[in-house]
Structures are given as C-alpha cells and as structure tokens.
C-alpha cells in the first residue's frame, strides 16, 4: 500500500491590485475647489449696497453700475478666457485670474470716489472673474471627460452655490460687525490663497499625465497650443450668430442672468432689508439658496445625461417664473415658512439651467462649444448687467423693488417658450 500523497501547498491568493481614481476627477476636484475658492468676490455686491449708500452717500444706481459693469465684463471676457485657455493652458489662465480678482477686491479698501469703485470691483474683478466663469468648467469636461459630462458640469457649476455657501454669512456678518473693508480684504484673500492649488494641481490636457479622458475608449493627443485667441473667438461668434439656436440659448440665458445674479443675488438682501429683515437673516436665506442650488444643479445634470435639454430648460424657467411672481408677497421682517418655501424652491431652480445648456452648445458646435457657450455666457451676464442696474434705478424711482420682481417673472415664461422653439440637431 503506497503511503498516502501530501497535500499540495496551494500560494495565498494574490490580492487584486486595487485600481487608481482616474485623474480627471482629481482635476474635476482642484476646479470645484478653485471655484470654490473664487466664489467670494460673487457674494459680496449685494452686501455692499447699504453699507456703500450710508458711508459715501452714492446712490443705489450708482452702486448698481459698477456691479452691472463686473457683471458684463464677467460675460464678455468669458468667450476669449476659453480661447486663451486653449492656447495658454487653464492653468496659467486661471492663476493670473485669481490674481487680478484678489488686486481688484484688494484695492477697495482704499476707494474715496464712485469711480473708483467702478475701475476696481467693476473691471479689474469683472476681467478676472470672466477668466473663472463658467467657460472654465465647460473646458475641463469638454477636455477630461467624455462619460458623465452632464453629471460633472453639474458638479462644477455648483460649486460657485457651494463658495456662495462658505461665504455669505461669513461676510453679512463681517459687514455688521466691522464694515464692509475687512470683508473686502477676506475675499481678496480667499482668491489669492487659491492660486498655488492651481498651479500644483491642476493640469490642462489628460496628454499632459499619459491618460485617455475618462470614458474615452483611445488616448487623445494634446492637440498644438491655438494661437489667435480672440481671432478665434470672434470667429466662433461669427460662425454662431448665422445659427438660430444660437440667438435662442443666448436670448434663454441673458434672462437668466437676468433673474439670478442681476436681481436675486444682487439686490434680493436690499429688498429683503427694505421690509425690516436684519443683513446677516437675509444674507443667510441666500445662503440656503446655494445649499439647494448644489442639489439642484447636480441633479440637473444627471437629467441632461437623460433627457431632452430643451425641456428641461422650459421647465426650469416656467418654475422659476412662478416662484417670482410670489416673491413680493413673501418679504418680511422676519424668516416664516412661506419665505423658507420660496427659498429651497428657488434654490432647486438657481442655476439649473447651465448643464443643458452647455449641452446643447456642445451638441450644435462641437470643438467650438465652449467658446460659443463663453459668448452664451456673454449674454447671460449682459442680462444680469441690465437687471442690476435697473434694480436699483426702479428702487430709486419707486422706493420699492416689486415692479422688478414682477418683471422677471414674466420674463422667465418668455425663457420657457424660446427654448422649446429650439430643434434639436439632425442626427443627435
């Protein structure tokens, strides 16, 4: 009888290697952060009015201007920041911007006159923060990500409700407690402290770091450095302008800016104040709104992965139209849940409308898309431009802000009509 066989010694199985993040969410990461942390400058205006009116005596329309001026040059920078993104890289693009933001927002402390406020907060921060806006977010998903686009343009988008979150009331109570300078100077911080993130962290092209953009199912060479920046730009304006989508999503956008960062965001604590509602309660109602807003912009681009743009963007103007429209009736002097209603609604609706938007802008011009959302993006802030001086002028003119509230409402129904005129492109 042959002795019985020994076991065989079986090696310990080989852990499975765990697989690495793809480095475009790392990227995706560092932008929601740097947006995040250019988020300030954008909380501060409507904190100023008062404040400004009392120590300088400068009418509220005055004041409305410079913020109009910021405003549009937010927009109409936004175009040729994506093109010089393309020929000088987002990095490099990006910090120089923080840091004209931080030496606009800086300055202010020292301002005596109105013009003053206009060069400064107006067009040095209005230049910088047009090289941060939203064209920052459609490159880098247009570059990093070919899956989840809608989801990650969501994310980005939200981030600037999320500084808008970190920020208000920290700076209303700045504002109360120690005027409005020691709030100038926090923003023109949080700016500059931002600039060495970038600069480490983020990088311009999946090329750059030997990956493939995620999603993608080949590696995707960088393409050459495109000189001719703002040839370029005007030459995507050009090229749009003779297309009827075109005029329709910035004809859709300008009123969106109009009844978001022209009126609420702008003069929603004057109004609020104007009914007997301290700066810091109403100062944190707006903030609620960038709470909400992240749910809702998320979430808005989890429904543009999925459904069709165009009706996604008429619904979002007809609620927010309607949610408006009630709005005078809301203010008060105290926060009561109407107010509290209005505010998580309105939040869900506040930026909702950029994830279908880049979209369509992407679906209609391709490799142009996000310099010709930059020119959407123009007419979005124009929208806001108007409506932020207008705001103050009609409080000026009727010591009230409704006539504007009501407005805006109808404006929005109209926003809801244009984009269902919109066809969809053969083919997609």
């Known amino acids: 009888m042959s002795p019985p066989t020994p076991p065989v010694a079986t090696p310990d199985p080989v852990p499975a290697r765990r697989r690495r993040p793809h480095r475009a969410w790392s990227v995706a990461a560092v932008t929601f952060l740097t947006i995040i942390g250019a988020a300030g400058f954008a909380s501060l205006p409507g904190l100023l009015i008062d404040p400004l009116h009392a120590e300088f005596h400068w009418s509220r329309a005055t004041i409305g201007f410079a913020v109009s001026v910021n405003l549009a040059l937010y927009g109409l920078t936004a175009p040729f920041a994506a093109a010089l993104m393309d020929r000088f890289g987002i990095r490099r693009v990006v910090a120089a911007a923080l840091t004209l933001i931080a030496v606009g927002a800086g300055l202010t402390v ?65 504002v109360e407690r120690h005027g409005w300078r020691p709030a100038a100077v926090t923003v023109a911080l949080a700016a500059l402290a931002v600039v060495p993130l970038v600069w480490l962290l983020l990088r311009d092209h999946p090329a750059d770091v030997g990956v493939a953009p995620y999603g993608a199912t080949e590696f995707v060479a960088k393409p050459p450095a495109q000189r001719g920046a ?131 802008c992407r679906e209609y011009y391709g490799e142009d898309g996000a310099i010709v959302f930059g020119w959407v993006l123009a007419a979005h802030q124009v929208g806001a431009a108007l409506i932020a001086f207008l705001g103050g002028l009609a409080r000026d003119a009727f010591g009230t802000y409704n006539p504007v509230w009501y407005a805006s409402g109808a404006l929005c129904a109209v926003a809801a009509l244009m984009a269902l005129v919109i066809r969809r492109r053969k083919g997609a």
């Open 230 to 360: 703002a040839r370029r730009a005007v030459r995507a304006l050009v090229s749009a302008a003779g297309t009827g989508p075109f005029w329709l999503l910035a004809g859709t956008f300008a009123i969106c800016g109009a009844t978001t960062n022209g009126l609420v965001k702008t003069h929603f604590v004057p109004a609020a104040h104007d009914h007997g509602m301290p700066m810091t309660a109403a100062a944190s109602l707006l903030a609620v709104i960038g709470v909400f807003d992240i749910v809702g912009t998320i979430a808005s681009g989890w429904f543009t992965d999925r459904f069709d743009t165009r009706r996604l963007l008429a619904v979002y103007y007809g609620l927010r139209g309607v949610s408006l429209m009630f709005l005078p009736l809301l203010l008060a002097d105290t926060v009561h849940p109407p107010m509290v209603f209005f505010i998580i609604f309105y939040g869900l609706d506040w930026v909702a409308t950029v994830p279908p938007t880049i979209a369509l």
């Open 110 to 174: 020292f301002m005596t006159t109105s013009w003053q406020l206009v060069l400064l907060w107006g067009v040095l921060v209005g230049l910088g923060s047009g090289s941060m806006a939203l064209a920052f977010a459609a490159t880098v998903t247009g570059r990093w990500f070919v899956a989840r686009r809608g989801l990650v343009t969501g994310i980005l988008t939200a981030a600037g409700a999320s500084g808008q979150l970190v920020f208000l009331p920290l700076l209303s109570w700045m």
